[in-house]
């Protein structure tokens, strides 16, 4: 492992492109590898022990391929796994978040909303850090049913559009003015989303977030790619290598693999 190793991510499925997409931006130097385990999607109706075993078979395949960081580009697996891969690797671990904390400092009604997975919202580690903002109204909404979508390729269905505005409705009701996108999958669903919240909430996610811890820690560790030579990119998936080829608009970075 060197500072030319890759930068290694992973989430349940395609949805931690998004996540790899701010990375590769603000640090488009470094070679990366991006593991999709849409085999297994979704995350977020699992119990923690299944989360925890699938983050470890994930983080191993990253270390295998000589990963000099791992990036959890799922909140699911970072709220449920991340204390137990730090404790079992000795590579840097960064984590995603939902963005309880910005959305609450910045709100005016003091009421936000946050969209995520059953087993976000269902964690021990959210819920300690949403008991920092007990002044904060925060409205918990379960996404049943939008990873399913959108690993199927459906972003822009009608169903799509319907569960969304069943799940926003109530807190458009309710006067949020943020909106928490709490799950890595979900930044692809905003064009949706902006058609049924009127202009004044606003939608936060993580992603530029994770970026920027991603590159203090390389930082701090010495480990920038410093090399003149071009950074690749690789992506792998265990199930349906089209949705991601689409999502990615790359056609020959993407491998299918059983893992
Ligand atoms: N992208 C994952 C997250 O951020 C998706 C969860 C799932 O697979 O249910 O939570």
């Not at 085999?39 to 000099?68: H, M, R, V």
């Not at 925060?138 to 939008?146: A, D, T």
């Not at 949020?176 to 979900?186: E, F």
Request: proline share 4%; net charge neutral.
């Amino acid at each position: 492992m060197n500072n030319e190793s890759p930068i290694g991510l992973f989430d349940s499925g395609i949805g931690g492109t998004s996540i790899w997409k701010e990375i590769h931006l603000l640090l488009p130097n470094e070679n990366t590898i991006y593991l999709a385990d849409s085999k297994n999607a979704p995350y977020g109706l699992k119990s923690k022990d299944e989360i925890i075993n699938l983050s470890i078979k994930n983080t191993e395949f990253l270390l295998n391929k000589n990963s000099k960081i791992i990036v959890v580009a799922c909140n699911t697996a970072t709220t449920n796994a991340i204390k137990e891969l730090r404790t079992k690797y000795d590579v840097p671990i960064i984590g995603i978040e939902p963005a309880i904390k910005p959305a609450a400092n910045l709100s005016k009604t003091q009421t936000i909303g946050i969209l995520a997975t059953k087993g976000t919202l269902n964690s021990d580690l959210f819920h300690e850090k949403i008991s920092h903002f007990s002044n904060i109204n925060i409205i918990e909404q379960i996404g049943h049913g939008l990873v399913q979508l959108i690993e199927n390729g459906a972003i822009n269905s009608v169903e799509m559009s319907d569960l969304l505005e069943s799940y926003l409705k109530p807190m458009i009701e309710r006067n949020i003015d943020y909106l928490v996108l709490g799950c890595s999958h979900y930044p692809y669903l905003i064009p949706q989303i902006k058609k049924i919240i009127p202009n004044h909430i606003k939608i936060i996610d993580s992603g530029e977030a994770v970026a920027r811890q991603t590159k203090k820690i390389l930082e701090e560790n010495n480990l920038l790619n410093s090399s003149k030579n071009l950074s690749w990119q690789k992506f792998y998936t265990n199930s349906n290598p089209s949705v991601l080829k689409t999502i990615l608009n790359r056609e020959n970075d993407v491998f299918e693999k059983d893992f």
